[in-house]
């Protein structure tokens, strides 16, 4: 089969720009092999020319000047590959502008700019492929908009930011605190040196935009999204939630009833022992969808690191390359906001089980006291934990579970509950997330 060349252009060097050269390099005669074309790397920018790589360029290709990438029309491709949201979106709108396709792996641009971005792709006639941008290596945003586009998707959980999941992971396998394990998660390059978007929930939040997009078929925005992280998780409570059957992990869970009302939120949440999801350690990534045909379907693997994304990049650009993403791209349709804002349920609403802890003074009735404020606001207790011994001034743990209630509930009940004089500190609220999960008839 005669050969097709394809020349990318890379913008960012960094751990996973670097991974992309790589792979190129390396795996070049194998793609050509599979797909009839030969990629070659014509050009790789960054502002850091002179620091040592793990990966040798060919001379003359790595350069400060992003106009060499711009301005060089035989090159079809440019991956962008500089993250956040300042220059990297000046340069994919000027790649765009200059005629070439865009590859990224940039979530938090396309969360919060695609639709510029996607506007200006169309203007020009070009594409914009994005696989890398969610869960690195899983081939996770094809598998919704090719593998599952006959479904009507209802729901997706998904464990989506691997620097969470170690320290999650972590604190449940030896009992440490949070700073312990994201200390530990740092050392082992699992967490960035700032992992303030990975921790605070951010990072999954802009994931589930993208893939929420792509599954319900509606214009999501990051303020769609209820955000809350994992700073503020004791290790005991993870003791506490594993005694009663739950492991936490931080989920971003999309669900879209039969009305179309869509319930978008990142939260710590305490799933059953024995889901799928809760054997997701580590840096590892999964998410579980639920289409109307297929029932679920889980996709498991790294969703983070410097090949494990290359993979998708690379990926990416053949599939640029073959033409496939551009048809994706110009089929993909998505309702406008003026379809989508008013089905968006507000977090007060959301219907969940909860777990609740109570520093409980050790005196007679303090349980009575607390559980009628509950009750009060139609908040079922399924399980309630107490150990023997107390705590600080004299309290006690006391952990509840609850039936499924509304959220706005909870909240107001916590706030009576914490002025009660049997009560010392603040109660701590986690979700319990019951995942349906599909096994054998
Ligand atoms: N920082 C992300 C994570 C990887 O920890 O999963 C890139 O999305």
Same mark, same amino acid.
């Given at each position: 089969?005669?050969?097709?060349?394809?020349?990318?252009?890379?913008?960012?060097?960094?751990?996973?720009?670097?991974?992309?050269?790589?792979l190129?390099?390396?795996?070049?005669?194998?793609?050509?092999?599979?797909?009839?074309?030969?990629?070659?790397?014509?050009?790789?920018?960054?502002?850091?020319t002179?620091?040592?790589?793990?990966?040798?360029?060919?001379?003359?290709?790595l350069?400060?000047?992003?106009?060499?990438?711009?301005?060089?029309?035989t090159?079809?491709?440019?991956?962008?590959?500089?993250?956040g949201?300042?220059?990297?979106?000046?340069?994919?709108?000027?790649?765009?502008?200059a005629?070439?396709?865009v590859?990224?792996?940039?979530?938090?641009?396309?969360?919060?700019?695609?639709?510029?971005?996607?506007?200006?792709?169309? /203007?020009?006639?070009?594409?914009?492929?994005?696989?890398?941008?969610?869960?690195?290596?899983?081939?996770?945003?094809?598998?919704?908009?090719?593998?599952?586009?006959?479904?009507?998707?209802?729901?997706?959980?998904?464990?989506?930011?691997?620097?969470?999941?170690?320290?999650?992971?972590?604190?449940?396998?030896?009992?440490?605190?949070?700073? /312990?394990?994201?200390?530990?998660?740092?050392?082992?390059?699992?967490?960035?040196a700032?992992?303030?978007?990975?921790?605070?929930g951010?990072?999954?939040a802009?994931?589930?935009?993208?893939?929420?997009?792509i599954?319900?078929?509606?214009?999501i925005?990051?303020?769609?999204?209820?955000?809350?992280?994992?700073?503020? #998780?004791?290790?005991?409570?993870?003791?506490?939630?594993?005694?009663?059957?739950?492991?936490?992990?931080?989920?971003?869970?999309?669900?879209?009833?039969?009305?179309?009302?869509i319930?978008?939120?990142?939260?710590?949440?305490?799933i059953?022992?024995?889901?799928?999801?809760? +054997?997701?350690?580590?840096?590892?990534?999964?998410?579980s969808?639920?289409?109307?045909?297929?029932?679920?379907?889980?996709?498991?693997?790294?969703?983070?690191?410097?090949?494990?994304?290359?993979?998708?990049?690379?990926?990416? #650009?053949?599939?640029?390359?073959?033409?496939?993403?551009?048809?994706?791209?110009?089929?993909?349709?998505?309702r406008?906001?003026?379809?989508?804002?008013?089905?968006?349920?507000?977090?007060?609403?959301?219907?969940?089980?909860?777990?609740i +802890?109570l520093?409980v003074?050790?005196?007679?009735?303090?349980?009575?006291?607390?559980?009628?404020?509950?009750?009060?606001?139609?908040?079922?207790?399924? &399980?309630?934990?107490?150990?023997? &011994?107390?705590?600080p001034?004299?309290?006690?743990p006391?952990?509840?579970?609850?039936?499924?209630?509304?959220?706005?509930?909870?909240?107001?009940?916590?706030?009576?509950?914490?002025?009660?004089?049997?009560?010392? &500190?603040?109660?701590?609220?986690?979700?319990?997330?019951? #995942?349906?999960?599909?096994k054998e008839?």
């Open positions: 089969m005669a050969e097709k060349n394809v020349k990318v252009g890379l913008a960012g060097f960094g751990t996973v720009g670097c991974g992309v050269a790589k190129i390099l390396e795996e070049a005669d194998s793609i050509a092999v599979k797909t009839g074309l030969r990629l070659q790397l014509a050009c790789v920018v960054d502002v850091d002179q620091s040592p790589r793990p990966v040798k360029l060919p001379d003359g290709i350069t400060d000047d992003l106009s060499r990438l711009l301005d060089n029309d090159i079809s491709i440019g991956v962008e590959l500089v993250g949201t300042g220059a990297a979106r000046d340069i994919q709108l000027k790649m765009l502008q005629g070439k396709d590859v990224t792996a940039n979530k938090a641009l396309l969360a919060e700019h695609g639709n510029e971005l996607y506007k200006a792709a169309r /203007e020009n006639d070009r594409c914009i492929a994005f696989e890398a941008s969610c869960a690195g290596g899983i081939p996770i945003v094809s598998g919704i908009r090719s593998g599952l586009t006959a479904n009507n998707i209802s729901a997706m959980y998904g464990i989506v930011n691997g620097t969470c999941n170690c320290i999650l992971s972590n604190m449940t396998a030896k009992d440490v605190d949070f700073s /312990e394990a994201l200390a530990e998660a740092q050392s082992k390059g699992y967490a960035e700032d992992p303030t978007l990975d921790i605070n951010n990072d999954s802009h994931k589930l935009a993208i893939l929420a997009s599954a319900f078929g509606y214009e925005t990051l303020d769609d999204i209820f955000v809350e992280g994992i700073e503020a #998780i004791s290790k005991d409570d993870i003791r506490y939630g594993g005694e009663m059957g739950y492991v936490l992990k931080l989920l971003a869970i999309g669900q879209k009833d039969r009305n179309n009302r319930s978008l939120r990142v939260h710590p949440s305490f059953a022992k024995d889901n799928s999801l809760a +054997r997701v350690d580590g840096p590892f990534n999964a998410v969808i639920f289409g109307s045909s297929v029932g679920q379907v889980m996709y498991y693997g790294r969703g983070a690191g410097m090949m494990p994304t290359a993979s998708a990049v690379v990926t990416d #650009i053949i599939d640029v390359a073959l033409g496939n993403s551009a048809t994706t791209f110009r089929h993909l349709h998505v406008p906001r003026s379809e989508t804002e008013s089905l968006i349920e507000k977090i007060g609403d959301t219907v969940s089980r909860f777990y +802890r520093m003074k050790d005196q007679p009735g303090g349980v009575a006291k607390f559980s009628k404020v509950l009750g009060d606001q139609q908040i079922s207790l399924s &399980g309630v934990l107490q150990h023997e &011994g107390t705590g001034d004299n309290t006690v006391v952990v509840i579970a609850t039936h499924p209630a509304q959220q706005k509930n909870v909240t107001a009940a916590l706030k009576e509950v914490e002025k009660l004089e049997v009560i010392g &500190g603040r109660p701590v609220c986690i979700r319990i997330v019951d #995942i349906p999960e599909d008839a």
